[in-house]
């Protein structure tokens, strides 16, 4: 097995694994050239604390690698600092603190990663459960010149020559992480060379969040994509119990933006609750339909606030399954794309709107503005959310005169909601959930398409195009 060698100065081969050891081994691939068992092995290792916890080794000198820039000697074995945030569980969570970036002490977010996953911290999720979900940390992120961070997705992305670090980190956050940009410094761009293939070694997204919290902020994400425009990658996907840590987990980005990803942010599970604050979203999606700017599935809470997404590829500007969405503040808006629904809540549950512009393109493939309910998910295990309930304030809905890809349809429709249609297309245990609203708007529909009671507006309504993201 060949990569990197870090431990202090000097390089290291390892002789001899312990029965430990050989079980981690056993569960990965370095690029099918992983050594047997027992045999000899040149692996990346993070200090020496690494190798003298835990079973019986002997140190030999190896040749250096030449490699992409890696850390410098000695550079894993200390802190910068740490730091105490507010508790998410009933203990507190030390965040120990991780500066990245040019001049920094980890200069790539790999390095930063493969220390969060290596054997004295996270390691690859044989750490105790009860301490990985303490052990927290705050990496925080320098912007660096153009493509600086292009392609730093983890141990097996292609813009490494050789495997980077063991354990191998692939962007699963196991632990509660904060991840932010620098303050007071534009936002670091991280982004993939246009296509993530071979970038996103399990294909999923450049973080994954965990059981536990995980907050980012003020972070620029783009190009997590597929290059044949038919992929499923994410920028950040959500929702996977890592490390034998049961779901309890709330995800916040704030001042975030995400762009030419085939998803934004997709993925959740019961236990977890989304948050998105003054986040811009734009275009995203690809030609299956199945991919969207935005899809929370199956969480607890999903609240979005002063938020905009627009232009998505076929897909919706906002997908939520959860068992309670808030939306405040917000626009969906999609400003000539090709989006499907602006909002879709497929599966009910508790609907809250306070503040939200919608706007439907000429180009788009669906004719509701806000669809409610009406997919049955049964089969999926995702049932009707009991109790359901829709409360609406101050929203507004532009439709255009008519739709350039389905001519067949005559009329949008503004607020859909097929809750009441019965199990066969709602679910078991669905019922018709009548809306509460006040200060519902529309343009370019009437009081009978619009689906709800509102005012009739004569003269479009000014859509604000701007980002809400604040870049400090």
């Known amino acids: 097995m060949t990569g990197w060698v870090w431990a202090d100065s000097l390089p290291i081969t390892v002789e001899h694994w312990s029965k430990d050891h050989r079980q981690q081994q056993q569960g990965f691939s370095v690029n099918k050239r992983l050594t ?4 000899r ?15 019986a ?38 965040h ?41 940390f705050r990496i925080i992120i320098s912007p660096g010149p153009p493509g600086y961070y292009t392609n730093d997705s983890g141990s097996h992305s292609r813009r490494w020559p050789s495997l980077v670090g063991w354990p191998p980190y692939e962007g699963m ?50 190009g997590f994509r597929r290059h044949d425009d038919i992929g499923n990658y994410a920028a950040v996907r959500l929702g996977q119990t890592f490390a034998k840590i049961p779901m309890n987990s709330h995800v916040l980005f704030e001042d975030c933006e995400f762009s030419g990803c085939d998803t934004g942010i997709m ?24 991919v969207h700017n935005i899809y929370f599935s199956d969480g607890d809470t999903l609240t979005v606030e002063d ?26 808006i999609g400003n000539g794309g090709t989006e499907s629904a602006c909002l879709d809540v497929p599966d009910g549950g508790i609907l809250d709107i306070d503040g939200l512009v919608c706007e439907k393109s000429p180009g788009t493939d669906a004719h509701w503005v806000i669809h409610y309910s009406g997919e049955n998910q049964d089969a999926a295990g995702v049932p009707f959310h009991i109790p359901s309930g829709i409360t609406i304030r101050d929203l507004t809905m532009v439709a255009p005169q008519t739709m350039l890809r389905r001519p067949g349809f005559n ?26 609203t006040d200060g519902v708007k529309v343009y370019g529909l009437s009081e009978r398409s619009a689906g709800l009671p509102c005012t009739v507006l004569q003269t479009k309504p000014l859509l604000d195009l701007r980002s809400p993201v604040h870049n400090t």
Not at 312 to 329: E, P, S, V, Y
Request: hydrophobic residues 35%.
């Open 36 to 39: 047997p068992v027992g045999r």
């Open 41 to 55: 092995s040149k692996v990346t290792l993070l200090s020496r604390r690494n190798v003298l916890s835990g079973g």
């Open 57 to 94: 080794f002997a140190l030999v000198a190896a040749p250096s690698h030449a490699a992409a820039p890696g850390p410098t000697s000695g550079q894993y074995l200390s802190t910068s600092g740490k730091n105490t945030a507010a508790p998410a569980r009933a203990s507190a969570i030390s």
């Open 96 to 136: 120990e603190i991780l500066e990245v970036g040019p001049g920094k002490k980890y200069r790539t977010l790999t390095e930063a990663g493969c220390f969060m996953n290596s054997i004295p911290r996270w390691n690859n999720g044989y750490t105790d459960p009860a301490t990985i979900e303490r052990m927290g």
């Open 173 to 222: 956050l196991l632990g509660p992480v904060i991840i932010e940009g620098e303050a007071g410094k534009p936002a670091p761009v991280l982004d993939t060379d246009g296509s993530g293939d071979g970038v996103l070694y399990y294909q999923t997204g450049l973080f994954a969040t965990g059981s536990c919290d995980a907050t980012f902020r003020h972070l620029i994400f783009r």
């Open 267 to 290: 993925g959740g599970a019961v236990g977890q609750s989304l948050t998105l604050r003054r986040c811009y979203f734009h275009d995203n999606g690809n030609d299956t339909g199945r």
């Open 307 to 332: 938020t905009l997404s627009t232009r998505c590829k076929i897909g919706h500007l906002l997908k939520t399954r959860a068992a309670k969405t808030i939306i405040r503040n917000t626009r969906l």
């Open 411 to 436: 009329s949008f429709i503004g607020f859909a909601n097929q809750s009441g249609l019965g199990a066969a297309s709602s679910g078991k245990g669905s019922y018709m959930v009548t809306p509460k």
